[in-house]
C-alpha cells in the first residue's frame, strides 16, 4: 500500500516523468509539491517557495483561486461530462466558444476544443493541411516554424518545435515540417546590424526559403508572439509587420501560438496584439483555465472554416476531435477564468507592474556571469555566460542553469532553467511586495551562485 509519508521512493518506483533524466531521477529524486496558496507552493517537507515560473507558464491565478474552485465542483454536480461529436453540445462549450471569440485579436470564426497546447497544435496542423484538400490544392502542406520555437510533443507539434530535444531519438521531424531562422537578436545579429536590418534579414531568408521550396507547396507559417520554452525570444524590431507580409504574398496562412503568451503575459490580452499579428489560426492553453484544468482551444476564421466545413459535408464529417473535447467541467472552469480576467482588470494590473518587473530585471545587465536579459510583459529571461564580454558560454558539465535553480530552492524561490537561460513568468496575480520578495530571493541566489560557480 502506498505511504504518503514515502513519496520519493514511491515516485521513483512507479512515476514515468516528462521532460526528466531518468537515468538520474533515481539518484536525485522528485520534488513534491503538496499545497498551494496565492503566488507560494508548498512541498512534503513543508518547505515553501515563491512560484517564479507560474509552475508551466500556465497558473496565471496562482494555486488557490476559489472562484475556480467552486466552478468546478458546481459544474460537476452538474453534467460531469459529456462529448462533443456528431453535433452534441452543452451550455458551456456553447458559451466559451462565444466568450473566446469575442476577446479574440482578430476576427474569428469558430472555436474547436482540445486538452493541451500540444493538441491544439497538432489539430492546428491537420486543419491546414484538410483546408488546402478542401480547396483544391493538395500539394500545398508544407509548415514552416523556426528553430528553437516550442509547438508541444505531440509528432506533429514536436516536429514544429525547433528544439533538438523534441527530435532527437524520436525520428522526428515528420516529412512536410521545415524550419527557418531564430529571430534572437543578440545571438544571431551580424556586426553593426539593427534590429529592423535583422528583421529584414530574417523575413528575406522566409521569402526565399518559400520560393526555395516552391510557393505552390507551402501551407502555414507557425510562429510564438514570444518563444518561451525556446528561451523566452520577443521578437526583434518590425519582424512580423515584414514577415506577414511575405505570407500574404505567397498566400501562406499565419497560425499564432498563443499558448504562453495569452491572457495579459505581455501586457495585452493576446500577445498577438502587442506585435501586431493578424493570424488565420489562434492555439491558446495554459492561461485559459489559469491550468486549474486541462483545456486548450483552435480559433479560426472565416477563411479557414468555411471550405472545412464545406469539405465534411462532401465526406460526411470532419474526421478529428478527442474524447473530452468542449469538457463541461474544464469549460466551466475556462469560462470563470476569463470572467476573472476581465472582472478583475488582470492585464491590467499586469500593466502596472511591468515597470517594477523591468527595474528589478535591467539591475542584473552588466553582471558578472549575465550576457543578456530580455522579455515583455510579465515573461522575462537572464542568460547565463561564463564570459558575457566575449559571449562565451558555461561548459555544458557545469550546468550552471540548473545550478542556479537549485540554489533557488534553498533560497525558497522557483525558477526555471532552460539550459543557462533563467525563465520567470510569475502568476499574473502577483503583487507589487510579492515581486519584492521574488526579487530579494534571486538577489541571493545570484549572489551565491557567483560566490560558488567557479
Known amino acids: 500500500m502506498y505511504d504518503p509519508s514515502e513519496n520519493a521512493a514511491a515516485d521513483i518506483a512507479a512515476h514515468f516523468h516528462s521532460f526528466t533524466n531518468l537515468a538520474a531521477h533515481p539518484e536525485v529524486g522528485p520534488l513534491v509539491i503538496t499545497k498551494g496558496d496565492g503566488v507560494f507552493v508548498e512541498d512534503d517537507k513543508g518547505n515553501r517557495y515563491l512560484e517564479a515560473v507560474s509552475a508551466l507558464w500556465c497558473a496565471s491565478l496562482g494555486f488557490s483561486n476559489e472562484r475556480l474552485a467552486k466552478a ?26 462565444n466568450k473566446l471569440l469575442s476577446v479574440a485579436p482578430v476576427p474569428m470564426s469558430k472555436v474547436f476544443f482540445a486538452n493541451s497546447g500540444s493538441e491544439a497544435n497538432d489539430s492546428a496542423v491537420k486543419m491546414i493541411w484538410y483546408y488546402h484538400n478542401a480547396i483544391g490544392k493538395p500539394e500545398k502542406k508544407k509548415i514552416i516554424a523556426r528553430l528553437n520555437a516550442y509547438h508541444g510533443v505531440t509528432v506533429a507539434s514536436a516536429s514544429l518545435s525547433g528544439l533538438v530535444t523534441n527530435h532527437r531519438d524520436f525520428d522526428l521531424p515528420i516529412a512536410n515540417i521545415l524550419h527557418v531562422d531564430c529571430p534572437h537578436y543578440f545571438r544571431y545579429a551580424e556586426p553593426g546590424e ?26 502555414a507559417f507557425f510562429a510564438e508572439p514570444v518563444m518561451g520554452a525556446g528561451g523566452v525570444i520577443p521578437p526583434p524590431a518590425t519582424y512580423f509587420e515584414k514577415v506577414q507580409k511575405v505570407l500574404a504574398k505567397y498566400d501562406v496562412l499565419l497560425v499564432a501560438d498563443e499558448v504562453v503568451c495569452g491572457y495579459g503575459r505581455t501586457g495585452e490580452m493576446f500577445g498577438s496584439t502587442t506585435f501586431g499579428m493578424k493570424p488565420d489560426i489562434l492555439t491558446t492553453a495554459k492561461g485559459l483555465s489559469s491550468a486549474y484544468a486541462p483545456i486548450s482551444a483552435v ?12 469539405n465534411s459535408g462532401t465526406i460526411g464529417t470532419f474526421g478529428h476531435g478527442f474524447t473530452y473535447s468542449g469538457h463541461p467541467v474544464s469549460c466551466a472552469i475556462a469560462l470563470e477564468t476569463l470572467k476573472i480576467y476581465e472582472e478583475d482588470n488582470v492585464v491590467g494590473h499586469v500593466q502596472s507592474l511591468i515597470p517594477q518587473f523591468w527595474k528589478a530585471l535591467r539591475s542584473y545587465e552588466g553582471r558578472k556571469y549575465v550576457g543578456e536579459v530580455r522579455g515583455v510583459g510579465l515573461v522575462a529571461a537572464i542568460e547565463l555566460y561564463a564570459d558575457p564580454k566575449n559571449r562565451t558560454s558555461f561548459d555544458p558539465a557545469a550546468k550552471a542553469g540548473a545550478r542556479l535553480v537549485e540554489i533557488g530552492l534553498t533560497q525558497g524561490l522557483i525558477v526555471r532553467a532552460l539550459g543557462d537561460t533563467i525563465v520567470f513568468c510569475p502568476p499574473l496575480i502577483i503583487t507589487a511586495e510579492e515581486l519584492d520578495e521574488l526579487f530579494a530571493c534571486f538577489e541571493r541566489t545570484m549572489a551565491i551562485f557567483e560566490e560558488t560557480i567557479g
Not at 90 to 97: D, F, H, R, S, W
Not at 206 to 213: C, D, N, T, V, Y
Not at 299 to 306: F, I, L, P, T
Open 72 to 97: 468546478g465542483s458546481d459544474a460537476l454536480r452538474g453534467l460531469p461530462y459529456y462529448h462533443t461529436f456528431t453535433g452534441r453540445s452543452n451550455p458551456t462549450v456553447i458559451e466559451l466558444a
Open 299 to 310: 480559433m479560426v476564421n472565416e477563411k479557414v472554416y468555411a471550405p472545412i466545413a464545406r
Open 194 to 219: 539593427s534590429e529592423e536590418d535583422f528583421a529584414t534579414r530574417l523575413a528575406d531568408n522566409l521569402e526565399k526559403r518559400i520560393l526555395a521550396e516552391g510557393p505552390d507547396t507551402v501551407a
